[in-house]
Nanobody, 121 residues
């Protein structure tokens, strides 16, 4: 069974840091692109970042560029999101997602359960 499990969320003050982790099972995540997507309270889904391990490329939304960093741990089948200089606008449920490609189009095929990040003083 393909499964994604996130962890690492919590409450932090503005300017603080958190590290989210997503453990994948049921597939070798290194063969697929992985993403982080977030949903702020009362708002829609927002793409945050993606990593394409097979080409060693990572991409970030402008809203998090320079503050968030993706990393992968192949042995642990884990993708991490290091979040620094957090702002209140980063408050959201963060989801890990596995990307699939069909007909040249990408979509989020599998989602984790999400982990809540709250940035507040």
């Amino acid at each position: 069974e393909v499964q994604l499990v996130e962890s690492g969320g919590g409450m932090v003050q503005p300017g603080g840091s958190l590290r989210l982790s997503c453990v994948a099972s049921g597939f070798t995540f290194d063969d697929y692109a992985m993403s982080w997507v977030r949903q702020a309270p009362g708002k829609g889904l927002e793409w945050v970042s993606s990593v394409y391990s097979h080409i060693s490329k990572s991409y970030y939304a402008d809203s998090v560029k320079g503050r968030f960093t993706l990393s992968t741990e192949k042995v642990k089948n884990t993708v991490n999101l290091q979040m620094n200089s957090l702002k209140s606008g980063d408050t959201a449920v963060y989801y890990c997602a596995k990307i699939a490609v069909v007909g040249g189009l990408e979509y989020f095929e599998v989602w984790g359960q999400g982990t809540l990040v709250t940035v507040s003083s």
